[in-house]
């Protein structure tokens, strides 16, 4: 027996978790769009990203909201109370990708306003390495919906490829900048996109970690239990 | 060190099977709580560790029950000094027709305590225990039946505590309660836990999670799991005791 004899409290929970996916859709579309921005040099639709933010900050309040009058509701317990106190949490990590979004529409209107350094040269490529990022956000944000605690442990391993990708590609650009130092304007901005991004898989990892202690009860923060 | 120890516990209303293979201990000085829906055998559980089935005929046991590690079932076993160490808090608050004083009374006057300054001395310590002195020590001489349901549950649990038991059980002693009084007699157990060992039967999931610090879940006279109320409550082992308390079982 899948369902709540209470079958309100059912409906309760399932427009809290429909509410956790637009919250998800959004910054995934926001990290998205920041690619198509860089990539199509698009200074309008990086301006567009930066006014999503506010849907996203609303969306935190009203999701708090809700997880908070469940507790005092209908004192939850075991999975349901697992769910929506990690709801709780979920929402604080997607808060920061979407502002951690905004942060990389702001480095991408200085990147087209420069014009001349790419995000794919030598061996950086920002494009792979923000799919890859995409990738982690997309997967950690099934694995809490669909509450799949083995998706979500496939996030992990792909958070050690983003460091890698992220030292890799910032020591190029620091040596590129030391060998030119007119070029530090320029390299800056890419510099802070990769570290943002970087940022962005850290959240996701957090995501497939609240996934995790959700489905099993296991607590794997700081140091994957 | 365990108040209670059960070990493969049947029991028996004539040819129904009402318990199967219980097997649990209760930590001493703590509470513990049962929880299950209407009819699992929660209280038929609770009436076998001071032998309350004894006095309902056809009843059988099987298995090995110990209470501070002496055998309850073992031939010529005292039953009425076990009652004294078992002490039992019922649903309904049931004082006797009796003074207030008396009530409390009633209990050390049976097992020889005669002194009057001996039974005053009781009947004041365990009134205080209970948060009834304060109220009630101008009106020792009424009717316990002029009280208040809280106060007669109060005045019950005095009564139960007068004869100085190791281990309490009390069977939903706030089901008949309001909400306050309900509050106040959960606030009376933790302090009483200090003292005695208490198993408390309830109906109500929100109460076991307040009081208790080990919970255990019947069903259909099993007890499917026993553990820290934090674990039964957030990571339950089993899927029936998460189906319970989740409220996905009616």
């Known amino acids: 027996m899948d369902h709540h004899i209470d079958r309100h409290f059912d409906e309760a929970l399932l427009a809290l978790k429909q509410q956790i996916m637009l919250m998800g859709n959004k910054v995934e579309i926001m990290v998205s769009d920041c690619m198509r921005a860089l990539k199509e040099k698009d200074k309008n639709l990086a301006e567009k990203i930066i006014d999503s933010d506010q849907s996203i900050n609303a969306l935190e309040i009203a999701i708090d909201e809700q997880c908070i009058e469940l507790l005092a509701r209908y004192q939850?317990?075991?999975?349901?109370?697992?769910?929506?106190?990690?709801?709780?949490?979920?929402?604080?990590?997607?808060?920061?990708?979407?502002?951690?979004?905004?942060?990389?529409?702001?480095?991408i209107k200085q990147i087209i306003k420069e014009n001349n350094i790419s995000p794919k040269m030598d061996e950086v490529d920002v494009y792979k390495m923000a799919k890859i990022?995409?990738?982690?956000?997309?997967?950690?944000?099934?694995?809490f919906i669909e509450e799949n605690a083995t998706l979500a442990e496939n996030v992990f391993t792909r958070d050690d490829e983003v460091d890698e990708a992220t030292e890799k590609y910032v020591t190029i650009l620091i040596e590129k900048a030391a060998k030119e130092p007119s070029s530090i304007k320029k390299i800056f901005p890419m510099t802070s996109l990769i570290r943002y991004l970087e940022r962005i898989a850290d959240h996701s990892t957090n995501i497939a970690e609240l996934a995790i202690f959700m489905v099993r009860g296991r607590d794997v923060r700081h140091g994957r239990g | 060190?365990?108040?209670?120890?059960?070990?493969?516990?049947?029991?028996?209303?004539?040819?129904?099977?009402?318990?199967k293979n219980i097997n649990m201990s209760?930590?001493?000085?703590?509470?513990?709580?049962?929880?299950?829906p209407s009819g699992c055998g929660k209280s038929t559980l609770l009436r076998v560790f001071n032998r309350m089935n004894d006095l309902i005929s056809g009843t059988r046991v099987t298995g090995e029950v110990e209470i501070f590690g002496e055998s309850i079932f073992k031939k010529g076993?005292?039953?009425t000094s076990l009652r004294k160490r078992v002490g039992m808090v019922f649903q309904r608050p049931n004082p006797f027709y009796l003074s207030i004083f008396d009530n409390v009374a009633h209990g050390p006057k049976i097992h020889g305590i005669w002194k009057?300054?001996?039974?005053?001395?009781?009947?004041?310590?365990?009134?205080?225990?209970?948060?009834?002195?304060?109220?009630?020590k101008d009106r020792l001489k009424d009717n316990a039946l002029?009280?208040?349901?809280?106060?007669?549950?109060?005045?019950?649990?005095?009564?139960?505590?007068?004869?100085?038991?190791?281990?309490?059980?009390?069977?939903?002693?706030c089901s008949a309660l309001d909400p306050q009084a309900m509050a106040r007699i959960e606030e009376l157990m933790q302090d009483l836990k200090n003292e005695y060992?208490?198993?408390?039967?309830?109906?109500?999931?929100?109460?076991?999670?307040?009081?208790?610090?080990?919970?255990?879940f019947m069903l259909l006279g099993e007890l499917i799991e026993l553990g820290p109320t934090s674990q039964i409550f957030t990571t339950p082992k089993d899927k029936r005791t998460e189906d319970y308390i989740t409220g996905r079982y009616g």
């Open chain 2, 146 to 173: 002029t009280l208040s349901l809280e106060q007669q549950q109060r005045l019950c649990i005095a009564r139960t505590i007068a004869v100085k038991p190791e281990i309490l059980l009390m069977d939903e002693p």
């Open chain 2, 1 to 19: 060190m365990k108040s209670i120890n059960c070990k493969n516990l049947n029991f028996y209303y004539d040819d129904f099977k009402a318990l």
């Open chain 2, 116 to 136: 009057r300054n001996e039974v005053e001395e009781i009947v004041q310590k365990n009134l205080m225990a209970v948060g009834l002195w304060d109220a009630l």
């Open chain 2, 77 to 79: 076993f005292d039953v």
């Open chain 2, 26 to 36: 209760v930590s001493h000085k703590r509470v513990t709580a049962l929880i299950g």
């Open chain 2, 197 to 216: 060992t208490i198993l408390i039967v309830t109906h109500n999931m929100q109460q076991a999670a307040r009081v208790s610090e080990d919970c255990g």
């Open chain 1, 76 to 107: 939850p317990a075991a999975s349901d109370l697992r769910f929506i106190t990690r709801g709780l949490k979920i929402v604080t990590d997607l808060e920061r990708i979407g502002d951690l979004a905004v942060n990389c529409a702001q480095r």
């Open chain 1, 133 to 143: 990022v995409q990738d982690m956000l997309r997967t950690s944000l099934t694995a």
